[in-house]
C-alpha cells in the first residue's frame, strides 16, 4: 500500500487570506449602506451648526474646484449639488482599494427657522464649502378671535 501525503495546512493561509479579503469588503458594503446617500448615489459629509444668528452648514468637498459646486435657495431649502471627477481616470488601472466616491451628488438641507435668504454666504475653501445662512425676523402671526 502507498503512503499518500495530504498537506492540511498549505491552502489554509490562502484560504484565510480570501476571507479576510471577503470579510473586509463586506464590513465596507455594510458602512457604506447607512451613510447618508443622496438621490444620486453619493453624499459628501457635512455638519450642520446653529448659533444665535446663523445657521451654519459645512460641506466636505476635497478635490472640487469652486465652479463645480452649486448652492441653490428655494422657500427655506438648500440644495448644494455639483459632479467630482476622478483625477486618475484611467482605464488600464488595476484597482486594489477604492474608497473614494465620484460623480454627481446633490444634499438638501431644509432650514426649519426663519432665514435672511437675500444675505446667504457661500464659501469654497481648503476641500470644504461654508455655507453661513443668517437666521431672519422670528415671524409671528396675531390671530384674530372672533
Known amino acids: 500500500m502507498d503512503i499518500v501525503k495530504i498537506d492540511l495546512l ?3 493561509q490562502e484560504v484565510e487570506e480570501k476571507m479576510e479579503l471577503i ?11 447607512f451613510a447618508p446617500r443622496s438621490i444620486s448615489g453619493w453624499a459628501p459629509p457635512m455638519d450642520l451648526y446653529e448659533t444665535p444668528e446663523e445657521i451654519v452648514i459645512l460641506v466636505e468637498m476635497a478635490g472640487m474646484k469652486s465652479e463645480e459646486i452649486q448652492v441653490v435657495v428655494e422657500k427655506g ?6 459632479v467630482r471627477n476622478n483625477p486618475i481616470a484611467d482605464p488600464k488601472r488595476k484597482v486594489h482599494q477604492m474608497e473614494i466616491d465620484f ?3 446633490e444634499r438638501r438641507v431644509r ?30 402671526r396675531e390671530i384674530i378671535v372672533k
Open 10 to 12: 498549505g491552502g489554509l
Open 23 to 33: 470579510m473586509e469588503e463586506m464590513a465596507q458594503h455594510i458602512s457604506r449602506s
Open 77 to 82: 431649502i438648500i440644495k448644494i449639488a455639483g
Open 103 to 105: 460623480g454627481p451628488f
Open 111 to 140: 432650514i426649519r427657522v426663519p432665514i435672511d435668504e437675500d444675505r446667504i454666504q457661500a464659501v469654497y475653501k481648503d476641500g470644504f464649502l461654508i455655507i453661513k445662512v443668517p437666521k431672519g425676523p422670528e415671524l409671528s
